[in-house]
């Protein structure tokens, strides 16, 4: 009897301490969740890599050209460096595509407004170097254009800080759209996010720069009418139709007095498109120094591709192997007569040179 009831007690005894064990372990456990929360992290736990995109397809698909969707429906993302290297496949060469399917998920840092942005110009040469420059370990950006401050404006400022990859402290934040330089409302509203907000500018002869965008349009409507009918608003005259985007974007004095409504010219870095062919390596320098960052992008990432005709990176982010731009960069342009490109030059000539004037920067086009 004495050692039933012995036995009972004991046993009464022992539950009470497996039960105070058990209230101690979920308070250690429901701190450390606080504690990890607090430090931002709740938002970050790891999760497969494409429960973060919302459309992994089009991410992979993804180029500059076929940039017509919200860049939610793109999978906008944080630059993890799968991600990343995802959306490099897709602007950069497929056959040097790697086969191995990494998932890595990058977790630290926070979501900030881009402190530099590449605004333009459309065919300027924007995603060479956007993809240069994401080489720097100091610089995280957004593969896919965001267009928030021409299309996406009204999704408000944190639908557009969401887009951004994930900074540690001293890196930069970028992304590119070519389409802002030219768009009336965008210098007001990126001057609303950040007056700081450092610009570049991707420039390139604008004669070639309306082949170029020509090219794109044609490669996506065979049927479309010859350069010189849409550049033309009467052929016997030689009036150029102003009203023909692929002659507007190249105006270029014009989109950047109205910048200059809202930022001084040490905010704007003007990049030769030309010379960012010839001498990536030296125009990555300006680059570097003007974002305020160490010179770690040299002539030693670029190889020239004779097949190509485009310098090429030998170690891209993300990637061991060298790989050029994909098949929408670079791209052989229609012939057009030379009666047409000479007046066409004709008619830029004093633009280019208030443009010149402006920037205190002679780029050689005339
Ligand atoms: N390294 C390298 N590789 C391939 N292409 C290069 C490179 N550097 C500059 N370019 C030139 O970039 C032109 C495309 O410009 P963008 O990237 O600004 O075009 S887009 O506005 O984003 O569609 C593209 O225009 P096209 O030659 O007319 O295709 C190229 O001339």
Redesign the pocket.
């Known amino acids: 009897m004495g050692c039933s009831k012995w036995r009972a007690a004991f046993n009464f005894g022992h539950l009470k301490v497996q039960s105070k064990l058990s209230v101690f372990f979920t308070m250690i456990l429901l701190f450390t969740y606080l504690f990890y929360c607090l430090n931002g992290y709740c938002d970050s736990l790891p999760r497969p890599v494409y429960n973060q995109q919302t459309d992994p397809h089009n991410k992979i698909t993804f180029?500059?050209?076929q940039?017509k969707s919200s860049p939610e429906r793109r999978g906008a993302h944080n630059a993890s460096p799968a991600s990343v290297v995802r959306e490099q496949l897709s602007d950069l060469s497929r056959s040097d595509a790697p086969s191995n399917n990494i998932s890595i998920d990058n977790t630290f840092g926070s979501k900030k407004f881009p402190q530099a942005i590449i605004i333009?110009?459309?065919?300027?040469?924007?995603?060479?170097?956007?993809?240069?420059l994401r080489i720097h370990p100091d610089v995280r950006a957004v593969g896919a254009?965001p267009h928030f401050f021409d299309r996406f404006y009204d999704k408000g400022l944190e639908w557009y800080r969401n887009l951004m990859p994930r900074t540690l402290e001293g890196q930069i934040t970028m992304e590119?759209t070519?389409?802002y330089f030219i768009t009336k409302e965008a210098p007001r509203r990126v001057y609303t996010m950040s007056r700081h907000t450092k610009l570049i500018v991707?420039v390139?002869d604008p004669v070639?720069?309306a082949?170029?965008?020509y090219?794109?349009t044609l490669s996506k409507s065979p049927g479309l009418p010859s350069f010189q009918n849409l550049a033309f608003r009467n052929a016997t005259t030689g009036l150029i139709d102003t009203s023909w985007s692929a002659v507007r974007i190249g105006i270029y004095a014009k989109h950047l007095e109205n910048w200059l409504r809202y930022f001084p010219l040490s905010s704007f870095l003007f990049v030769s498109?030309e010379r960012?062919?010839t001498d990536?390596a030296g125009e990555m320098g300006r680059v570097q120094d003007f974002l305020g960052l160490k010179r770690v992008v040299t002539d030693k990432h670029f190889y020239f591709n004779q097949t190509?005709?485009?310098?090429?990176?030998k170690k891209p982010e993300g990637s061991s192997r060298p790989r050029?731009?994909?098949k929408?960069?670079?791209?052989?342009?229609p012939q057009i007569p030379s009666g047409v490109l000479l007046r066409l030059r004709d008619f830029y000539r004093p633009f280019n040179l208030k443009f010149y004037q402006m920037t205190s920067h002679d780029f050689g086009w005339d």
Do not use: I, M, W
């Open positions: 180029n500059d050209e940039d333009g110009v459309k065919k300027g040469g924007t995603r060479a170097l956007l993809e240069f254009e590119k070519p389409s991707v390139r070639t720069r082949v170029s965008d090219t794109q498109g960012l062919v990536p190509k005709g485009f310098p090429c990176l050029c731009l994909g929408s960069k670079g791209r052989l342009h």
